[in-house]
């Protein structure tokens, strides 16, 4: 294991507490090699014993009695070339970072195809909330023709607090942090830079196609022209105020729908009908809709953050591998160059008194 954080440690409590219910297609119990964080004796304070823990995370990778690699450590590097290095020698690799798979996700998937490792990254996209194996599995008889939906604990739990309890933005946000649903550098959260990760991924396993994530927009449009901050930076309580009169509630979207050869795709606060599945998901929960033929709109939700929702899907990555079943991708092929994704359009939009000017969503 790569990281022993709000993920990494609950993933590291199930082998201590539950190990005997990690086992392969054979019956073979699951073995944890060892534990790669920075500070050793934090992790030691934290109750992880002290004979699994290391700092030197290529060595663990590099151990020959290493088979799967679970990557949990989180931003760029050195994971990126971690998880790389454990791919190129055929190691198998489980990971919850959806800024390396955003940014990397090509690289690695062409790694893993062409040694034959399995890649598997269901808790990236909607924490504890299965999602991506049921896109590339279930759903794989279907055009995906669109995925939208909340992808982000941190800024959904910020704006129902600011909407339910008319709280401050930052004090909302420490709140966040200290349940372990924000990221290490939470501007990634509210300027909307996860869940655009996210849907770059979500866009892999719906469109079989990568999407170039700096192409995602974040950024609201203004009335008066031009575009605002990024995410939920500029989203005010006058703002939310105002659309609750109008029966809407304000909501990070994320959308992502084909059209023609391009697909559209955006990360935006969005005004959404309080009627509507989506504009009732509050707090933490994620909610991830899908339109495809024939099947029609399925849904998905759940907790979108935290480490003990997280680690569900981790370990339920690390099960299937030792069970042989491959890939989150299940064979469902991909395009091998990256695409360009252009700006939604919306046909209604709400005024706030901000400035912003938000898509509608009934
Ligand atoms: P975290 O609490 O910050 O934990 C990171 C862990 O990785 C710590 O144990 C840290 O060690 C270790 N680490 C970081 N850099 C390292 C390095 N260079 N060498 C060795 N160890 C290193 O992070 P987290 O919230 O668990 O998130 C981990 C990953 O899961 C991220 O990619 C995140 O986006 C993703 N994720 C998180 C959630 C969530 O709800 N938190 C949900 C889904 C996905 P020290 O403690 O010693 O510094
Ligand atoms: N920071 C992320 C969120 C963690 O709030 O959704 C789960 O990916």
Redesign the pocket.
């Known amino acids: 294991m790569?990281?022993?954080?709000?993920?990494?440690?609950e993933v590291v409590r199930a082998f201590l507490d539950r190990g005997d219910a990690l086992r392969s297609a054979d019956g073979a119990i699951l073995e944890l090699a060892g534990v790669?964080?920075?500070?050793?004796a934090?992790?030691v304070r934290g109750g992880i014993p002290e004979a699994l823990l290391t700092?030197a995370?290529a060595h663990l990778v590099a151990d020959p009695d290493v088979d799967i690699v679970v990557?949990?450590?989180?931003?760029d590097e050195?994971?990126r070339t971690l998880m790389h290095g454990a791919l190129s020698t055929g190691k198998s690799v489980v990971?919850?970072?959806?800024?390396?798979l955003a940014h990397h996700g090509l690289d690695l998937e062409t790694t893993a195809r062409r040694t034959g490792a399995a890649l598997r990254f269901e808790?990236?996209v909607g924490?504890g909330t299965p999602v991506l194996g049921a896109l590339a599995l279930d759903l794989a008889a279907n055009r995906i023709d669109a995925v939208r939906g909340i992808v982000n604990?941190t800024t959904n739990f910020i704006l129902t607090a600011m909407s339910a309890e008319g709280r401050a933005y930052s004090d909302v946000l420490a709140d966040a942090q200290r349940a372990?649903?924000?990221?290490?550098d939470p501007r990634g959260d509210v300027e909307g830079e996860?869940a655009a990760n996210k849907l770059a991924v979500l866009a892999r396993q719906a469109f079989g196609q990568w999407l170039d994530v700096r192409t995602i927009t974040r950024a609201p449009e203004l009335v008066a022209g031009g575009h605002g901050p990024l995410g939920i930076t500029g989203v005010t309580i006058e703002d939310i105020t105002a659309a609750a009169a109008q029966g809407l509630a304000i909501k990070l979207i994320a959308t992502a729908s084909r059209d023609g050869d391009t697909v559209l795709a955006g990360v935006l606060p969005t005004a959404v009908a309080f009627d509507t599945p989506l504009g009732r998901t509050d707090g933490v929960l994620n909610r991830i809709e899908v339109d495809g033929e024939p099947v029609g709109r399925v849904a998905f939700a759940g907790p979108?953050?935290?480490?003990p929702?997280?680690s569900s899907?981790v370990l339920g990555d690390l099960i299937a591998i030792a069970r042989g079943v491959g890939s989150t991708w299940a064979g469902h092929p991909s395009v091998p160059r990256l695409l360009r994704a252009s700006r939604p359009v919306s046909s209604e939009t709400f005024e706030g008194p901000s400035g912003l000017r938000y898509p509608v969503l009934r």
């Open positions: 790569l990281g022993a954080g709000t993920v990494g440690r790669a964080v920075r500070d050793v934090k992790s700092d995370p990557e949990v450590m989180g931003g050195p994971a990971t919850a970072n959806k800024h390396v808790a990236a924490g604990g372990g649903y924000a990221e290490a996860d979108g953050a935290g480490g929702a997280t899907a």
